[in-house]
């Protein structure tokens, strides 16, 4: 499918591995120019280089930490009117809400609610004079059902959804849309770490756990993010101008609910 968007800018936080590396890849293969961003230098530089190597289009990175000021500033001077802006962060370490102290709860809600906010909030507004714009935030299904150790992510991730509800209907006419998809167990060195961390405390092998885990799936088994990719892909098409405020779940069917 065309997703009519080649040619279009598009800024993809967080990217350069895991779910981030997966949306721009999508992108990218719909003909997008894209603005990658990372902290690790060596994994931006590969996930540049196998863009380039796969796809006509421009490739631009930033290696920077997307939740500070200076990060933030060179993203948006490197795309300052960005088409397309997909919001990804790493969320807080898995931590038990007691041992949490006001610190980690200020940095996890900068991390995962304030820094798309401030970066929506940069360039919306030339969206909206373009009637054209696309912004999809990577939150988590956390938001919707209880993940153990994950309440500090979880409710910062939940507070930028509510805060976007009300946003995403005031450009709904100017050509913007706002969406979230939800991750469920996705194979990413995030949910490898949550193995690590439950084999530890069960006793068990991580191969065990994992196959447990994977059990629990109706799908049986874990997304993976060349297709979690080509959604954030679609959400980001010309086709996808009718759909705005949504939370879209991607967890193969381990969310138990009818709506």
């Known amino acids: ?9 598009a800024i993809v936080c967080a990217s350069s591995r895991g779910l981030g590396r997966g949306c721009a890849l999508a992108l990218a293969e719909a003909g997008c120019d894209i603005i990658l961003n990372g902290r690790d230098e060596a994994a931006l530089a590969a996930t540049e280089a196998d ?33 397309i802006l997909v919001n990804n962060n790493g969320g807080p370490p898995r931590k038990d ?26 360039v919306i507004d030339n969206m909206c004079d373009q009637n054209f714009g696309r912004i999809v935030n990577i939150t988590s299904m956390s938001v919707r059902m209880p ?4 309440d500090l992510s979880s409710g ?33 060195d995030r949910l490898k770490g949550g193995f690590e961390r439950a084999a530890e405390q069960s006793g068990q092998s991580i191969e065990d ?23 954030c892909a679609f959400l980001c098409s010309n086709h996808a101008g009718y759909i705005t405020g949504q939370n879209i779940l991607l967890d193969g069917g381990l969310y138990p609910a009818a709506f």
């Open 1 to 9: 499918m065309d997703l009519g968007i080649s040619g279009r800018k």
């Open 51 to 83: 863009i380039r190597g796969r796809f006509n289009v421009n490739v631009t990175s930033i290696a920077a930490d997307v939740s500070t000021k200076e990060g933030q500033r060179a993203i948006l001077a490197a795309c300052p009117n960005p088409d």
């Open 97 to 122: 809400y007691s041992e949490l102290d006001r610190d980690a709860i200020l940095a996890g809600v900068i991390q995962n609610m304030v820094t798309p906010i401030e970066l929506i909030q940069a």
């Open 147 to 150: 993940i153990e150790g994950l």
């Open 156 to 188: 910062a991730r939940a507070g930028l959804t509510a805060f976007l509800a009300g946003v995403c209907r005031q450009v709904a006419g100017k050509g913007v849309t706002i969406n979230n998809i939800l991750p469920g167990k996705m194979d990413t």
């Open 209 to 231: 756990v994992r196959a447990a885990q994977s059990a629990e799936i109706p799908a049986g088994r874990f997304g993976n993010p060349e297709e979690f990719g080509q959604t």
